[in-house]
């Protein structure tokens, strides 16, 4: 059974950097965590299994453009459809907020990232050479979601 998607907020920071340095080799403190969730325009999303954390993103929007700051799953909870429902989720909030674009970057090293996002729509629309500390370049990926005019989901 897949977990829901519910929303992550800043007096979670701890859990949530706690999720993330399970999910990257660099996770974010406590403290970048909370200064994100409270930013204009931060989305952020989880998903809790007994009330523990094992899925996060977080989206910002400006305008009508939206990035995913990050997204990852707990290394026990993986290819069971969590990034899937989170991404889903969040694009769903943001088109309902008027973005009609979402990018991303992705290091041309990250091939399941790579192939859940390719499967979810998003397509290359360029590269950072270097950009990651590893030395390994980024591709940045968007997905339009709604086309010129459209107003409605
Ligand atoms: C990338 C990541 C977020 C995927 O999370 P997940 O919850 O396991 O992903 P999902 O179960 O929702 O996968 C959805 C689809 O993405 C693709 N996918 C996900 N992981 C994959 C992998 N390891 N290999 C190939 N395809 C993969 C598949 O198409 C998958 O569908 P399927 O399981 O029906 O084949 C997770 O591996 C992770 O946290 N990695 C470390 C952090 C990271 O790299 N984050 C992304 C930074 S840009």
Redesign the pocket.
Same mark, same amino acid.
């Given at each position: 059974m897949r977990l829901p998607a519910e929303p992550a907020l800043a007096s979670s920071a701890e859990e949530l950097a706690a999720l993330h340095g399970r999910?990257?080799a660099t996770g974010w403190s406590a403290r970048e965590f909370g200064a994100l969730l409270n930013l204009p325009g931060c989305i952020g999303l989880a998903c809790r299994e007994d009330g523990r954390y094992v899925?996060l993103a977080l989206f910002r929007q400006a305008l009508d453009e939206a990035e $995913?700051l *990050? $997204? +990852? *799953? %707990?290394?026990a909870? /993986?290819?069971? +459809? !969590? =990034? %899937? *429902? $989170? !991404?889903t989720s969040g694009e769903c909030r943001l088109f309902n907020q008027g973005v009609a674009r979402v990018f $991303? #970057?992705?290091?041309d090293q990250?091939? =399941? =990232? =790579? @192939? !859940?996002? #390719? /499967? @979810?729509g998003y397509g290359e629309v360029a590269r950072r050479k270097a950009y990651y500390r590893d030395g390994n370049d980024a591709r940045v990926l968007e997905k339009w979601l709604r086309k010129d005019g459209q107003t409605g989901p």
């Open positions: 999910c990257f899925a $995913l *990050t $997204l +990852g *799953t %707990d290394p909870y /993986r290819r069971s +459809g !969590l =990034a %899937d *429902t $989170l !991404l $991303l #970057e992705v290091s990250n091939p =399941a =990232a =790579a @192939a !859940l996002y #390719e /499967r @979810a």
